[in-house]
């Protein structure tokens, strides 16, 4: 059973037992509805509880069931609600913990509301691009006033239950119970109180008003619609919301029914969907059971305490962990300690951070020169630069003296970890873990998995991840990982646009309508255009006739390393970050078309979308059937958290699924037509084009 049935001295209590967080799925709706008709036809029970077992009331839908027709299985979520609140026996819930989306419906439908103090109230649909769907947005506004149940229902978040019982005149809650451990007792006497009231009390008998009406609606949607730019679901929230004010109660429900069903029908909601699903599975390793034991990391230490070493380090300290950073010089030490102390007390100005919990953090950090203090540390990170050698110095040492059993982490981004792993004489303990800059900020972390990387290993790193609230990916050894790989072909395509006619500006404007964060151009000033500079020279080396366009090298020779130097892709006023147009670039650009006898052509922005988008996608595949990525949801969990892709769109291999695969492969043949562009990469990677020919998807 999804939920238990029990008889109390006269008080039937339906408590939901399906876990993690009793999600509302098939069978327990089918158990509610049986408990109600029991308690009904049961002359001895005069009062019904419901509430839920372990940890939540209930956190709303069940997603094992989304996107299934099993989930609008009757009885529906609308047919249980109508049953409860139609019983003629009252019926109070008894909420604690979790109270969200379908749940919060659920208890909105009771004719009585007990909550313990502590609880966590929300309806989080519009995070998945939709709004609550089963009459949320009608009965919030009847019980909470209409301006609080619009915030709710617009942002999703999840609100104190205290902070609600504090509104004046809210009718949401008819007791709070300080002690949650005596939820259980309160609610049974509050239902035998109760329990001879024969007119119950129904939220959809309450009115819902708002003194200001028309206007106080119109500016919510300017609002919802200003901050939300891309995404639908906020200003039908601010719709369904209305039509509690301006429509019957049964008719204010259809309105909401409609509305939900033109949002789950959007490309927004479908990509959000995805997404949900995505962070979950990229947390899972296919042959690394969730029931792998993990090693214990009490303390950390850092190797390096330059960029990244110092948001790394901040990642750690947040979490409660202690950390020695080691570096060669006290100089280096000090300036790394200097720009982490710096970042928190940024933190503390803009009032995100309070001094006392600055020191405590803080207090966790030790620094040192010498690698015997490392001999107590469970995880060290190595962040220093980028050169094999280097590298190769610090693993021999790390072999030395870290104890047995510690893991070994690199940040490398573009060095051969299995090649660092055999430095060492225990591979099986080397990991790379590749943190995004800044990374104190950045929530991607790409778990590179080497050849003979232990599952123990493995488990523990993605475990940690969440414990420093990172979205861990895993990645195979390949060059560049999964995201940097990537962005290569991208920065390529972006090259070649410029070849062929467009400008820096034209291709950002471009990608950045798409919803990119920052396009390739601006992307390179600001990371520093030096650093692709040093992969293209290398890369001459090992593939000689790899086409790129010239363009961004004849910009690094002119010393245009970008924001660092003043001058990139666009010139920039003395510490400001604003790209200006810069007239030496488009003449230089120009004079390279010319030495290379190319004729410009206008460029569409559409043309410029698929060719970056699509060269995401092309070479994505690739990874994917070359198995150094698990799957494609992964893929798009990189770039989205990684690399700025619109959240709203799903990420790049979701937007292919969307834009259908057979079409993206009709864009590549079309772009390997085009004489300067590179037409071998454009061949469509086999994964690409299997999936395309059996009618199916990215997965
Ligand atoms: P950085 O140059 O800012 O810092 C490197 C630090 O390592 C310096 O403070 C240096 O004094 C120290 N160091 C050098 N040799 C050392 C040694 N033998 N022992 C102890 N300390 C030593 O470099 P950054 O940007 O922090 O990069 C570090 C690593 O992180 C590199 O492997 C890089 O590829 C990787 N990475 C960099 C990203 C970025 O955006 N900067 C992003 C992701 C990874």
């Known amino acids: 059973m999804t939920a238990e049935y029990k008889v109390h001295d006269g008080v039937a209590v339906i408590t939901l037992n399906n876990p993690p967080v009793n999600g509302l799925g098939y069978a327990t709706r089918k158990a509610i509805v049986s408990g109600i008709e029991q308690a009904n036809a049961d002359d001895t029970v005069s009062a019904i509880v419901i509430t839920g077992a372990g940890k939540a009331f209930s956190g709303g839908a069940d997603i094992t069931e989304f996107g299934k027709d099993i989930a609008f299985r009757e009885p529906n979520l609308h047919g249980v609600i109508e049953i409860v609140e139609n019983s003629p026996k009252p019926v109070v819930a008894a909420m604690h913990s979790v109270v969200m989306g379908g749940g919060l419906e659920l208890a909105l439908a009771c004719h009585y509301r007990v909550v313990a103090a502590g609880t966590k109230v929300a309806l989080p649909e519009v995070k998945l691009g939709l709004l609550p769907g089963a009459g949320g947005t009608q009965r919030l506004p009847r019980v909470i006033g209409v301006e609080a149940a619009l915030n ?14 504090s509104l004046p005149g809210q009718k949401l809650f008819d007791e709070v119970v300080d002690d949650p451990a005596s939820l259980a007792d309160e609610a049974l006497a509050f239902a035998r109180s109760v329990a001879r009231v024969t007119d119950l009390p129904r939220v959809r008998d309450l009115p819902a008003k708002h003194p200001q009406g028309e206007a106080f609606f119109q500016f919510a949607r300017n609002t919802a619609g200003a901050v939300a730019k891309n995404l639908p679901a906020p200003i039908k929230c601010v719709d ?83 950390v020695v950073i080691l570096e060669t010089k006290q100089e280096a030490l000090e300036r790394g300690v200097g720009v982490i102390r710096k970042n928190y007390e940024d933190r503390i100005k803009k009032g995100k951070l309070k001094q006392e919990k600055y020191e405590q953090t803080i207090a966790l950090l030790s620094t040192t020169l010498d690698y015997q203090d490392l001999q107590d540390v469970d995880l060290v990170i190595e ?69 003979q990387t232990a599952k123990d290993v493995l ?107 003043g001058a990139g892709w666009y010139d920039y006023a003395p510490g400001k970050r604003d790209p200006i147009v810069s007239q030496e670039v488009l003449d230089m650009i120009e004079q390279h078309r010319k030495d290379a006898g190319i004729t410009p052509r206008r460029i569409s922005d559409e043309e410029i979308v698929q060719r970056l988008v699509f060269s995401l996608v092309n070479e994505g595949a690739r990874i994917v059937e070359e198995g150094f990525a698990q799957r494609a949801s992964d893929i798009d969990v990189v770039y989205i958290y990684g690399y700025g892709f619109p959240f709203w769109r799903g990420g790049p291999m979701h937007y292919a699924n969307e834009v259908g695969l057979f079409s993206v492969i009709e864009a590549m043949k079309r772009f390997a037509r085009n004489p300067l562009d590179d037409a071998a990469f454009w061949q469509p990677a086999s994964l690409l084009r299997q999936l395309a020919a059996e009618g199916k998807q990215f997965q």
Request: overall charge positive; proline content about 4%.
């Open 240 to 322: 369904a919301v209305e039509a509690a004010t301006t429509l019957p109660f049964a008719q204010g429900l259809a309105r909401e029914r409609e509305l939900f069903i033109q949002l789950m029908g959007t490309p927004e909601s479908r990509a959000l969907r995805h997404f949900f699903f995505a962070e979950r599975a990229a947390s899972k390793i296919d042959d690394v059971p969730p029931d792998t034991p993990q090693r214990e990391i009490r303390k950390v230490g850092i190797i390096g305490a330059g960029t990244m070493g110092g948001g790394i380090a901040m990642n750690f300290l947040n979490a409660g962990f202690p």
């Open 459 to 565: 488990a523990t790193v993605m475990a940690l991840a969440k414990k420093i609230r990172k979205v861990a990916v895993v990645a195979g050894v390949t060059d560049g990982f999964i995201g940097n790989r990537m962005i290569e072909q991208y920065a390529r395509q972006a090259g070649f646009l410029l070849d062929e006619g467009a400008t820096p500006q034209q291709v950002d404007k471009a990608i950045e309508n798409f919803g990119f964060a920052m396009g390739p151009f601006r992307m390179g000033d600001l990371a520093g255009n030096d650093i692709g500079w040093a992969i293209r020279k290398r890369r001459a080396v090992e593939q000689p006739d790899l086409r790129y366009s010239r363009t961004a090298d004849l910009l690094c020779e002119k010393g245009r390393f970008g924001q660092k130097t």
């Open 152 to 165: 709710m229902i617009v942002s999703g978040e999840t609100v104190d239950a205290q902070l609600l019982a």
């Open 383 to 451: 962040a220093v630069f980028e050169d094999i050698g280097v590298k190769e110095q610090v693993f021999r040492k790390l072999d030395e003296v870290v104890k047995p059993g510690a893991i070994l982490a690199s940040n490398t981004s573009t060095l051969d970890l299995n090649r660092i792993a055999s430095f060492t004489q225990r591979p099986q303990d080397v990991v790379g873990m590749h943190f995004f800059s800044p990374a104190n900020v950045m929530k991607l972390l790409e778990v590179v998995r080497g050849a």
